[in-house]
Structure formats: C-alpha cells, structure tokens
T-cell receptor, first 112, second 113 residues
Framework: GNSVTQMEGPVTLSEEAFLTINCTYT??????LFWYVQYPGEGLQLLLK?????DKGSNKGFEATYRKETTSFHLEKGSVQVSDSAVYFC???????????FGRGTSLIVHP | SAVISQKPSRDICQRGTSLTIQCQVD?????MFWYRQQPGQSLTLIAT?????????ESGFVIDKFPISRPNLTFSTLTVSNMSPEDSSIYLC??????????FGDGTRLSIL
C-alpha cells in the first residue's frame, strides 16, 4: 500500500535558522507529492507540490524536491520565522485519486 | 481556489448528545470529504460525500455514528452521534476537483465532557 513517513516532532528552532523536515514515501506507481501546513486553530493549507521526479515545489521560501531514487520529498527553508510555527504534513496521491495519504505531521516551533 | 466555511468552529458537548457540523463552499464541487484529526495525530478520512447519492464510508466509520448529508453541490453536513470522550477531535471538511489538491476548511474543534 501507500504510506508517508515524516520525522518526529516537535522541531524547535531559533528564528533565522535553517529548516529541514524529512519525508519519505512508499507508493505503488508514480505519486504526486504535497506539503500542507496547519497553523494553530486553522485547517490545512496546501504549501507546495511536485508531480514528477526531480520537480521542485516552492512557496513562501519553502522548497521540496521530488527525489524518486530516495523516495523522498524533504521540506526546507533557509531562514525560518516565528510565523512559520505550525504543523507540517507530507502527503501523496496516486494516479487519478484525489484522496491524499497523509503523514503523521511534524510540529515546528520557532523561537524569537 | 474554493473558499470553505465550516460551522461551528468549536464546541463543547455533553456525552451522549449529537452535533451537526456544516460545510459551505463558495462554488459548486463534485467531491466533498470529511476527515477526523485526533489530538496530535494525522488526518483520517471518514467518508466521501457525493451529491445525489449515499456517502461512501471508510473502514472503521459507519453511517449510524457519522450520518452525512449532501443536498447540493455547495453544502454538506456531518453529524457526530451519541458522542463519547473518544470523539473529541478536529473534524475537517475538504473539497476536491479533478486531480487538483484538496482544499480544507478551518475545521471544527470538538470536545466531549
């Protein structure tokens, strides 16, 4: 079956630090990959996506590259802000399905 | 992208009661989905709500506990019936169109005493 594995949180960083949140996947076929973000008290928002190998998704300073050889889609940001504090979910869809398989989520806490 | 409004945003309910959550979309959509997010956990799909047909429930979820209505292409409700403390969760509505990523409402934060 399909699954997504994320690094355990919380990830605690100081403002302006470099962020990496690891995400690896198992999929039958060629998935599309997504990162969603959930700010406190809100629903999920799509942060970025990549639909084929070597694609790089980017948004709001965040980036993730679809690595087929390592089945990974790690989220990175060069300089985090306090406002980036949230829970980040890695997810995939397969083929024509529009129902994502989500990872468990990684909480990010950024201190001033 | 679609704008999704969920009501109520939060509630505290007594054991044994039922609560109906509403999801309104600002455009017509074919597929609407209901998810549960238990504390500290990821999202679990409860059911897919299609207009004009019965909802399709995922394993572990039944219609008697989570009845769903989908009267038109912009609206759906989820009822959490006979609630117990284990039902304390965030309930999220989302919409999907074709192969585009799903868009989510802000969720309903439900606590059962």
């Amino acid at each position: 079956g399909n699954s997504v594995t994320q690094m355990e949180g919380p990830v605690t960083l100081s403002e302006e630090a470099f962020l990496t949140i690891n995400c690896t996947y198992t999929a039958t076929g060629y998935p599309s990959l997504f990162w969603y973000v959930q700010y406190p008290g809100e629903g999920l928002q799509l942060l970025l996506k990549a639909t084929k190998a070597d694609d790089k998704g980017s948004n709001k300073g965040f980036e993730a590259t679809y690595r087929k050889e390592t089945t990974s889609f790690h989220l990175e940001k060069g300089s985090v802000q306090v406002s980036d504090s949230a829970v980040y979910f890695c997810a995939l869809t397969i083929g024509g399905s529009y129902i994502p398989t989500f990872g468990r989520g990684t909480s990010l806490i950024v201190h001033p | 992208s679609a704008v999704i409004s969920q009501k109520p945003s939060r509630d505290i309910c007594q054991r044994g009661t039922s609560l109906t959550i509403q999801c309104q979309v600002d455009s017509q959509v074919t597929m609407m989905f209901w998810y549960r997010q238990q504390p500290g956990q990821s999202l679990t799909l409860i059911a897919t709500a299609n207009q004009g047909s019965e909802a399709t429930y995922e394993s572990g979820f039944v219609i008697d506990k989570f009845p769903i209505s989908r009267p038109n292409l912009t609206f759906s409700t989820l009822t959490v019936s006979n609630m117990s403390p284990e039902d304390s969760s965030i309930y999220l509505c989302s919409v999907g169109t074709g192969q585009k990523p799903q868009h989510f409402g802000d969720g309903t934060r439900l606590s059962i005493l």
